[in-house]
Nanobody, 123 residues
Framework: QEKLVESGGGLVQPGGSLRLSCAAS?????????IGWFRQAPGKEREGVSC????????YYRDSVKGRFTISKDNAKNTVYLQMNSLKSEDTGVYYC???????????????WGQGTQVTVSA
């Protein structure tokens, strides 16, 4: 079964850091798949956070996370990461990863989603 599994979320104080992982199973990410990270805060619409292209690892970020978040991938581990630094309360939400077309960033794709990973930024 092809799927992406998110992990790495947790409770962190403002200014802290977390690294989220998006592990692929049942298929190889390689150069074929762009991967996007998305988040949904309570009572809000899901939004695009970042994206990385499969072909040349070009990266995309929403304005509010530029300079604080870094997306990367490790093809050997078949995993995409989202390093989040200087976290703010407004970064709180459930974070999801999904196959995507970075050319569509930051629009949110339709379709099914995994379970996501909860990020809570609070003192």
């Amino acid at each position: 079964q092809e799927k992406l599994v998110e992990s790495g979320g947790g409770l962190v104080q403002p200014g802290g850091s977390l690294r989220l992982s998006c592990a692929a199973s049942g298929f190889t990410l390689g150069w074929r798949y762009d991967i996007g990270w998305f988040r949904q805060a309570p009572g809000k619409e899901r939004e695009g956070v970042s994206c990385i292209t499969g072909s040349d690892s070009r990266t995309y970020y929403r304005d509010s996370v530029k300079g604080r978040f870094t997306i990367s991938k490790d093809n050997a581990k078949n995993t995409v990461y989202l390093q989040m630094n200087s976290l703010k309360s407004e970064d709180t939400g459930v974070y999801y990863c999904a196959p995507y077309f970075c050319s569509h960033f930051p629009s949110v794709p339709s379709g099914s989603w995994g379970q996501g990973t909860q990020v809570t930024v609070s003192a």
